[in-house]
């Protein structure tokens, strides 16, 4: 019997898969935007003042609503599947299974940590709510541990995925993959997916598949000892609320939130881990369930919808307030109290200092019933106040004006380099000339509100002075706008009448004039008649409303204009249609070609005029809305108040969004257009003489019927992306001169402290130990300059091609110091400096600990140079002990050297510095309890070291845990190539390479600054180290700290955090 053809296979599977993934799409996208609507609401629930009787507990409620809505945008993003069938198992995303290797890996493995991430916070919630007092006063410590701990166990998730990845050669799951969701696993390269098969194929051998099999253990080991440990905890935790003597409402609050907890640890177990041991054991039947794992797997991704939900419901305060907030919306709200002193109601501006003290404490006393308005009222009040403090809005518009004026501009020029008729060049031209015209017009606007003494926002119509007549010059090029649009469309239909008089004809002058003034003049004839009327018809829709006695005359109207041209165009598009094909082989060429110019422009203008008409009838029904509620609530005014300014902020943004839309969806629509905009840009030619390096040709492989489902994914459009970027970069010095700039700002801070520890009075071997610290730090940076340098003299472009490679006969033999100067060499200095500022790490951690053992003679001691220098020889050749330590050193500090033992090296370094963190951690407890045990029984040279030592270690705290997690970051990186190395090769090397380096050289400005910041010794200002000197009968010289300051400008988020959080006097 002959075989069936695979493309009956395919043709099909086609029929019968597309009805069932258009309904699992649709499914994934609604509980996506259910989850994100859920868990932002439990979001606004918890961070509410009203609950601060939740304490520390709501950062672990936030973080769990985060990764909820984490987990449903991925999930929809990805749209992930399972294949169960007779002993084994896949996993799959219809979105990643034709992306890249070094894409579609990383997102599977992503997809399966995320599947653990909630059971690894629920484990802490549940250790909370066991030791909450302990927790609550070593909450940030607890909070670095916790990290840790979840890196650890993500590290251990991905290692099971790396062994279950390597089965992916046996092709186990071709005969199921391309039956039930037609993927030919038999195609290079192959669909990405993990596969867990329990036995191997006849063509491997048989037998059992012991790498699955540990694989899966290791999974259910990690699910069960987290399902044990939380039973347990909450086993314990009833156990203490019955014995301990509370009150009631304590006693009440402390069971409303274990019972809370118990429905989110329930949840997860039965919608993701019944469905994973299902999903697992199932296949060990020997029979398939390909149904049954296209459930489980809904399943999983229906629980981040019905976790907030639960959560919610399960706590009395939560499930009041949304019952309260049924309520209002059900009885019309609550009426404003006129006595509350809010933004919304209150007369000229004041300044935030001038606000009176007691509306903040009377907020406390808000019923639990009205919280939800009053709170939302404040959050609105004072995210007003800021925005007419500050000048936040002006730029804000300057930049998105600035940004939708590229695509009018690029439009109007490619209209004069188009094939287009002069009466249709000519209307386009003046429409984006109006379209032009609401982009400054907006800018004006803005400019007016930097001069306004009031503030940065309008105080109404009338203030400023000028305002109303600019916005009366709005509605002007509004209404020339929507004009321009209808004449565009009446003339593609007036041009089919007579098409071949008409192709041959010129400009209309007379008609086009008359139609611009009329386009033009219309608001000031009208004006000039019935100035009140057309005056507040144009204000309202620009600006909501001027008086409100016309609002619905203008909306009207303006409506009728808009729709009147959508309907217009798509009657054009159909006569237009329909006059092709009845002249078609009757009339010249010339005829037909205008006829079918003026359907593709019909064409092309459709969505423009749609798309325009939803964005400016959205802008629109928000002003009416307002204007609606204005006559019901605040009665009729006049005034727009700067509550309804944050409204008419959506407004322009609307229109300025819709400039931008609707000149750049015109030139991709409509081809003539779009290849004249092409021609304009330099895009097209760098991609047309750039020619990819390292990737060979490729047979062409027949197109899956899945893909052509999933036209929409980002495999092409990222493939496209990364494959333009990567030849930009190879054939332009762009990473050169950045790594250069990189390194000389890391330097700053770097320099700074290794200048003030010099003259900031420190022991001499603590002295030391930062110095040489500092110098493996500038080293590195100066390693990463030779790395970079050495690419000026590559032949085969500006950024590597691997590990080895510049090597020596690609490198241009300028000298013979650059015949050594080989890559593979500067990766190995740059791995022994990597190691010496760990090891330094760890020996000012082991310092700080020895000078308390005996302070009273550590303090007057002098450097203790053997060790010292013993220890400095251990860090500097740490790396040149072994060869197996060389490999190592060149993992880590460069990818990959030999990838015999990058796991190795990877694990190794990571214990070194996480051990650095923990052993610095018990570091600062041991000094503090040693400084309590000897107060009052020790000399004060004793007590002064003991407590200088608690400093050091407490400054150089968050330096060890933001160097950790800089240094994770850049492993995880060498970790991912490492990984995927095998599936990609070539420039895409280069990115891997720079993100390395960026992360290892932008940590040095956070370490480095942090530590300046926070040691006061080192961050105390001159005069006052001076003053403390003098006192103590000291001759040191004055520290030169000033430089610090200025690290400030390129220091990030983490290190001025840190710096106000550990720095006492800060703080």
Not at 116 to 128: D, Q, R, S, W
Not at 614 to 625: F, R
Not at 666 to 693: D, E, G
Request: contains cysteine; positive net charge; hydrophobic residues 50%.
């Amino acid at each position: 019997m002959t075989s069936v053809p695979l493309w009956v296979h395919q043709v099909r599977v086609f029929y019968l898969i597309y009805d069932r993934f258009k309904i699992f799409q649709n499914l994934l996208y609604a509980f996506a935007l259910v989850s994100l609507a859920a868990n932002a609401f439990l979001i606004y629930l918890v961070t509410h003042p009203f609950n601060r009787n939740l304490g520390n507990y709501r950062v672990l409620l936030c973080t769990f609503a985060t990764v909820d809505i984490a987990i449903s945008l991925f999930h929809a993003a990805i749209l992930p599947e399972y294949a169960v069938i007779e002993y084994g198992f896949a996993v799959f995303a219809y979105n990643a299974l034709y992306l890249p290797s070094y894409i579609g890996n990383p997102l599977v493995v992503a997809y399966i940590v995320l599947f653990y991430e909630p059971f690894i916070l629920l484990t802490f919630h549940f250790f909370y709510r066991l030791l909450p007092e302990a927790l609550r006063a070593n909450f940030k410590r607890g909070i670095a541990i916790a990290v840790v701990i979840n890196v650890a166990m993500s590290m251990t998730i991905m290692i099971e995925v790396w062994i279950s990845l390597k089965d992916n050669v046996e092709n186990y799951f071709a005969d199921v993959m391309l039956r039930e969701y037609g993927v030919n696993l038999n195609t290079e390269p192959k669909p990405i997916l993990d596969p867990v098969q329990y036995v191997h194929t006849a063509g491997f051998g048989g037998g059992l598949n012991w790498d699955s099999i540990v694989a899966m253990n290791i999974c259910g080991a990690i699910g069960a000892f987290t399902i044990v440990f939380n039973a347990s905890c909450g086993f314990v935790i009833v156990k203490r609320i019955n014995r301990i003597h509370l009150s009631i409402a304590s006693r009440a609050l402390h069971i409303q939130l274990l019972r809370a907890l118990v429905i989110q640890f329930v949840v997860p177990i039965a919608l993701c881990v019944m469905p994973f041991f299902i999903s697992m054991g199932l296949p060990l039947t020997g029979r398939p369930f390909v149904l049954v794992g296209n459930i489980m797997c809904l399943f999983v991704s229906f629980f981040p919808v019905l976790d907030p939900i639960c959560m919610i419901l399960a706590y009395s305060k939560f499930r009041h307030v949304l019952l309260e907030g049924f309520r209002r919306i059900i009885l019309s709200g609550v009426p404003t109290d006129p006595t509350t002193s809010t933004f919304l109601n209150s007369a000229p501006l004041t300044s935030p200092s001038a606000m009176p003290q007691h509306d903040c404490v009377a907020l406390r006393f808000i019923p639990e019933s009205q919280f939800l308005s009053t709170g939302m009222s404040t959050f609105i009040d004072a995210l007003l106040d800021f925005i007419v403090h500050y000048p936040v809005l002006p730029p804000f518009f300057f930049l998105l004006c600035s940004i939708c004026a590229v695509p009018v501009i690029l439009l109007l020029v490619a209209t004069q380099k188009c094939a287009l008729h002069s009466n249709c060049r000519y209307l386009i031209t003046f429409w984006c000339i109006s379209l032009l015209g609401i982009l400054a017009n907006t800018c004006q606007l803005q400019i007016q509100m930097l001069f306004y003494d009031k503030g940065f926002v309008p105080r109404g119509v009338s203030e400023p002075t000028l305002r109303r007549y600019f916005l009366a010059i709005h509605s002007m090029a509004y209404a020339s706008s929507s004009c321009f649009e209808m004449f565009i469309a009446v003339e593609r239909i007036r041009s089919t009448f007579q098409p071949q008089e008409y192709h041959e004809s010129r400009a209309s002058w007379e008609v086009l004039l008359v139609l611009t003034i009329i386009a033009v003049r219309k608001e000031q004839k009208a004006d000039n008649e019935n100035g009140q009327l057309q005056y507040s018809r144009g204000a309202y829709v620009g600006f909501l409303i001027y008086l409100n006695g016309h609002h619905f005359t203008g909306f009207i109207i303006y409506n009728a204009i808009d729709l009147s041209t959508l309907v217009t165009n798509t009657l054009g598009i159909w006569y237009c249609k329909k006059r092709y094909m009845m002249i078609y082989g009757k009339a010249s060429l010339n005829a037909r070609y205008q006829v079918n110019e003026a359907y593709e422009m019909a064409r092309a203008m459709h969505p423009v005029y749609f798309g325009s008409f939803l964005l400016k009838a959205v802008g629109m029904a928000i002003a009416y809305s307002y204007g609606f509620m204005m006559k019901l609530i605040n009665g009729p005014v006049f005034a727009l108040l700067d509550s309804g300014y944050f409204i008419i902020n959506r407004i322009f943004s609307g229109h300025s969004i819709n400039c931008a839309y609707a000149s750049g969806f015109l030139m991709r629509t409509h081809k003539s257009l779009r290849k004249a905009a092409l021609n304009l840009l330099p895009w097209k030619s760098i991609s047309t003489c750039l020619k990819t390096l390292g990737n060979e040709p490729k047979a062409p492989s027949e197109e899956q019927p899945l893909s052509r489902i999933c036209k929409l994914n980002l495999a092409t459009n990222m493939t496209s992306f990364v494959d333009q970027l990567l030849d930009f970069l190879v054939h332009y010095p762009v990473l050169p001169p950045v790594f250069f700039v990189i390194c000389f700002v890391c330097a700053i801070p770097v320099i700074t402290v290794l200048a003030a520890t010099q003259r900031c009075p420190l022991h001499p071997n603590c002295r030391y130990l930062i110095t040489f610290w500092c110098i493996s730090l500038l080293g590195i940076l100066a390693n990463t300059c030779q790395l970079q340098f050495q690419m000026f003299f590559y032949d085969k472009g500006y950024v590597p091609r691997g590990v080895v490679e510049p090597g020596e006969s690609n490198c241009l033999k300028m000298s013979k110091i650059f015949l050594q100067a080989l890559r593979p060499q500067f990766l190995v200095i740059h791995s022994m400096a990597y190691a010496s500022s760990s090891c330094f790490e760890m020996f000012i951690a082991f310092e700080r600990i020895r000078s308390t053992f005996q302070p009273q003679y550590y303090h007057v001691s002098r450097a203790n140079w053997a060790v010292l220098i013993l220890l400095t020889l251990f860090a500097v050749n740490i790396e040149l002990s072994s060869k197996l330590r060389y490999l190592f050193g060149v993992f880590i500090g460069c990818l990959v050297y030999l990838s015999d033992h990058h796991f190795i090296g990877f694990m190794f370094y990571y214990i070194i510095d996480l051990s650095t963190l923990l052993k610095h951690s018990l570091g600062i407890w041991y000094c503090k309890r040693r400084y309590k045990l000897i107060y009052g029984k020790a000399s004060l040279n004793a007590r002064y070291q003991v407590n200088e030592a608690y400093e050091m270690a407490r400054a150089m705290h968050p330096v060890y845990f933001g160097s950790f997690l800089f240094k994770a970051a850049g492993m995880a990186i060498a970790y991912s190539y490492v990984f995927l190395m095998k599936q990609f090769n070539g420039p895409i090397y280069a990115l891997m390479d720079t993100g390395y380096f960026a992360a290892s050289s932008a940590h040095y400005i956070s370490l480095n600054d942090t530590a300046v910041s926070s040691f006061h010794t080192l961050s105390r200002r001159p005069s006052e180290r001076a003053r403390e000197c003098a006192q103590n009968g000291t001759a040191l010289k004055q520290a030169l700290i000033v430089l610090h300051k200025k690290v400030h400008a390129v220091n990030c988020a983490y290190a001025s955090g840190c710096l106000m959080r550990t720095h006492k006097s800060l703080q």
